[in-house]
């Protein structure tokens, strides 16, 4: 089983910004980044394919960059210009095969880290 643990989540004023980590132990295909807020299901946030590929969220785009270090078996995302709406428990998944951002596609998950925006 791969272990993921996240960090570097907390709260911050609306157009702060906030830089997730997840350690990984060991090398996987793909990985990326999902958030859950309550009363919403889980959504695909960031993510990046074993060719380097990234894909983003409509409400992220421009915003959001995911980035992973291979060497460290690190993945992480920068998160600029947080809005309220981005408040929600950030999940960090990855995968051993090829597919798109979506939460069926991952095998693997972190227990999550808080992001919280608000004034």
């Known amino acids: 089983q791969v272990n993921l643990v996240e960090s570097g989540g907390g709260s911050v004023q609306p157009g702060g910004s906030l830089r997730l980590s997840c350690a990984a132990s060991?090398?996987?295909?793909?990985m990326g980044w999902f958030r859950q807020s309550p009363g919403k299901e889980r959504e695909g946030v960031a993510c990046?394919?074993?060719?380097?590929?990234?894909s983003y969220a409509d409400s992220v785009k421009g915003r959001f960059t995911i980035s992973q270090d291979n060497a460290k078996n690190t993945l992480y995302l920068q998160m600029n210009g947080l809005k309220p709406e981005d408040t929600a428990m950030y999940y960090c998944?990855?995968?051993?095969?090829?597919?798109?951002?979506?939460?069926?596609?991952?095998?693997?998950w972190g227990q999550g880290t808080q992001v919280t925006v608000s004034s």
């Open positions: 990046v394919d074993s060719g380097g590929r990234t």
């Open positions: 060991e090398h996987t295909v793909s």
């Open positions: 998944a990855a995968k051993s095969g090829e597919g798109g951002c979506s939460t069926d596609n991952y095998h693997y």
